[in-house]
């Protein structure tokens, strides 16, 4: 599974959300999904992440998401710690309404996996490899 990433509609806000470095243009990033998705035989997942940038343009986002042609959209907005203000359930509904006929799971719906805390030797055995594969 391959997860790629398309955050804007247009360079200017690509550069903006993005900070892409120099020489980097969206229209080469779109097209070189697409072309890895042809080619890629396994299962491509392509994760949106809406902040208050480019929530208005979940449309324009959308139509380039269907040119790449992902198994499903990660429709998401930051909900840990980030200097940018995560945009609300609601908002991602009707910005979810922009892929219509996609596959879509969104960051508010996804059930949340259980993480445990470990500290000190425990932490350490997990993290170790099982003695027959250090052999």
Do not use: H
């Not at 992440?49 to 449309?59: G, I, L, P, T």
């Not at 059930?111 to 170790?128: A, F, H, I």
């Amino acid at each position: 599974m391959v997860v790629g990433s398309l955050d804007a509609p247009n360079e200017e806000l690509f550069k903006k959300i993005n900070k892409p470095c120099d020489g980097l243009r969206l229209d080469d990033v779109v097209d070189g999904m697409a072309k890895f998705r042809s080619d890629f035989g396994g299962k491509f997942s392509l994760e949106v992440m809406f902040v208050s940038e480019n929530k208005d343009f979940a449309r324009e986002i959308a139509d380039l998401a269907r040119k790449i042609g992902p198994d499903e959209i990660q429709i998401n907005t930051p909900l840990r710690s980030s200097p940018v203000k995560p945009l609300t359930r609601e908002e991602l509904v009707k910005i979810q309404e922009s892929f219509e006929g996609m596959k879509v799971s969104m960051v508010y719906e996804v059930e949340k996996k259980k993480v445990e805390k470990v500290v000190g030797e425990e932490k350490v055995n997990r993290l170790k490899r099982p003695k027959e594969e250090r052999e």
